[in-house]
Structure formats: C-alpha cells, structure tokens
C-alpha cells in the first residue's frame, strides 16, 4: 500500500511504519521486505539507520524511510547537521533531528519549555522535525504545556513516549494523547505500540509502530524496562487488541475459545501454533497491526475517531466473558480509550 504521494508535506493522509532496528534490518531483511509490502515505510531506529537504508535500497527495496537517530539515549552523541544530511543523502522520507529525552519534573516546567524551544531553533535552520522522546507524565499531567510549547515552535514534532511500562497506561495518558493529536498540526508518533493508531484517528499524521517490547516505547536508562517474563513468543491479538504470550492464547483455544485468524498469515489457522518455535509470530505480528492500521486510515477522516473507538469497545468485550477460558481483564490503556 506504499504510496509516496501520501508522504507529501502538505498532505493530510496519515501514514503508519513499522519501527525497526538497524541490526534487525540487517539480520532479517525479510521483515523489511515485509514492512515495504505492509505499511507505508519503514522506519530504522539508532544511528546505522541510514546506512542500513542504503544497503536495502541497493538490494532493491524501495520504500520510504524514517529515521530516529535515538540521540535522546546517552550514548548517542549526534551533530544534528551531520544528522541530517545522513539521512537527506538517502532520500529519507522526513529529516529528523537525532533526539533529545525530556524527563519529568514535577514542580518546574522551563525543563520541557527550554528543550523544545532549543529544538525549535534547531529544527527551523536545518528544516527538519524536532524529535523528542518524552516521559509519558508530561502528556498525561501537562498537556496544556506541552500543547502550547510544541505548537510555538511552529515545526514538525515526532513524539517517543516515555515509561518504563506501557506509558499509555499511565492515568490521563491517553486523554493526553488525544488532545495532542487533535491540537498539534504536524504530529508522528514514533517507537510506539497499537495506540499510535488511536493517535492517528484523532489527528496524528503518522505512526511507526514497534513489533518488541522494547520497540513500542521508550525506557530511560534511569527508570529499567520491563522484562519479558518468559520465553514464549508474544502474539498481537487483534480482536483483542493487546498482546499475548503464545502460551497465554494457547490455553484460551484449549478450553475452546477459539482464536482463529483470518489474516493471509495464517489462513484461518489457530494462534496456539506458535507455541511452537518454528512457527515465527513476526508475521502474524505485522499482518494483524498493518491490518488495523490499514482499517483506520482507511476510514473517511471525519469517521475514524468513532471507528478506532468501537473497534476498543469491541475489543473490550473480548475480555472476562462467563463461562470462557478467556482474556481476564483488559490493561488500563484499552480500558482508557474504551471508556473515552
Ligand atoms: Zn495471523
């Protein structure tokens, strides 16, 4: 579904990537093969992003490119010029500057403030988007600053939101989110999970969507991410819209909630298969989210805030039915769009 025209500057059609490492990329073409055929590009995280690019692009894959530098990890040190040209070299999609972290502070505001405005600055003489990957509490706790402090730099801005958890779990997240996809003209949403497509419903231009856990938020050294807690692969389930350990889904079919995907990846096959190591769960992955996406932005604009909605709703009544072994209890970010 790759269209270009769709990447247009001025054009208001919202587009969705897949948010992929470098090494990824280059251990695995084929998942980038797959995110060409599945959304509208590709996005390469970490600094080898652009080199990664070119090789693809060498190797015949033509699509568009995103590219987040992860300049907002410590041990990232980009010249934003040099940066940029990298990625103008490749013919990125949109330049984007290598990224600051934003962290939290209660009782002050001039951190947030100071930062973007720098990053304003910056973005304006290098024509490029200011990145920003930010803890998730000042979208929750301050949109308003946030509002009014992006939307001053008159810039672009692509957003990574911050938690050691799923941030959009985070009280008034989503409300935040929300608002911020409604209010600031020019908004991506990067590194993100399922909820950057609620983003895009609400006004978002685009969403580059991560297939781990540690490529659908952003966790700050400081604060520790979360670990896997086992070695069973994790499953997008679509009519559910979270994600589950195989094992988990495994014992819902076994007691005969039958979860059968209609998807091209598996041909109305039962997810409990990839319990079983040989069957990789990448592309069932991609299929269900593209799927999403693809039913989202491809509902009329004024009609996607109410589609993106019912589809929670829908999802949430998934959850604790009567006399099924089933999903138990939605997690607190689809509780948090269904009853938005
Ligand atoms: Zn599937």
């Known amino acids: 579904m790759t269209a270009t025209a769709e990447w247009k500057a001025a054009s208001r059609h919202p587009t969705f990537s897949f948010y992929l490492t470098a090494p990824a990329c280059k251990q695995?073409?084929?998942?980038?093969?797959?995110?060409?055929?599945?959304?509208d590009g590709i996005t390469i995280s970490g600094p080898k992003g652009p080199d990664v690019a070119k090789r693809l692009?060498?190797?015949?894959l033509e699509v568009p490119f995103l590219f987040?530098?992860?300049?907002?990890?410590p041990e990232n040190l980009l010249g934003p010029e040099m940066w940029v040209e990298q990625q103008a070299q490749v013919g990125a999609a949109r330049l984007l500057l290598p990224g600051v972290f934003?962290?939290?502070?209660?009782?002050?505001?001039?951190?947030f403030v100071d930062i973007i405005k720098e990053q304003g600055r910056i973005a304006e003489v290098l024509g490029a988007v200011i990145l920003a990957a930010v803890d998730v509490r000042w979208v929750a706790k301050k949109t308003d600053l946030v509002v009014d402090s992006l939307l001053s730099t008159g810039r672009p801005v692509a957003l990574i939101l911050a938690d050691r958890g799923d941030p959009l779990s985070v009280s008034g997240a989503v409300i935040g989110l929300q608002r911020l996809a409604s209010q600031i003209v020019r908004l991506f949403l990067l590194r993100s999970d399922h909820?950057?497509?609620?983003?895009?419903?609400?006004?978002?231009?685009?969403a580059?969507?991560?297939l781990t856990t540690s490529t659908r938020h952003y966790a700050h050294s400081s604060s520790g991410a979360w670990r896997n807690p086992g070695s069973s692969a994790r499953l997008f389930v679509r009519p559910c819209l979270d994600w589950f350990l195989a094992h988990?889904?495994?014992g819902w079919t076994a007691a005969g909630s039958s979860l059968l995907c209609p998807l091209p990846c598996c041909c109305d096959g039962s997810l409990s298969r990839y319990l079983d190591d040989d069957f990789d769960a990448t592309w069932h992955n991609m299929n269900a989210l593209a799927e999403f996406a693809s039913h989202i932005i491809g509902a009329e604009p004024a009609d996607r805030r109410a589609e993106f909605?019912?589809?929670?709703r829908d999802a949430a009544s998934q959850y604790g039915l009567a006399g099924v072994q089933g999903p138990e209890d939605p997690k607190a970010q689809l509780t948090s769009w269904s009853f938005s």
């Open 208 to 210: 580059s969507i991560g």
């Open 309 to 312: 909605l019912k589809a929670c």
């Open 248 to 250: 988990v889904v495994a």
């Open 68 to 73: 987040d530098g992860e300049g907002y990890k």
């Open 57 to 60: 692009r060498d190797a015949g």
């Open 28 to 39: 695995n073409p084929a998942v980038a093969l797959a995110a060409a055929e599945l959304a």
């Open 195 to 206: 909820g950057s497509i609620g983003a895009l419903a609400f006004g978002a231009n685009h």
């Open 102 to 111: 934003i962290p939290w502070e209660r009782d002050s505001e001039s951190t």
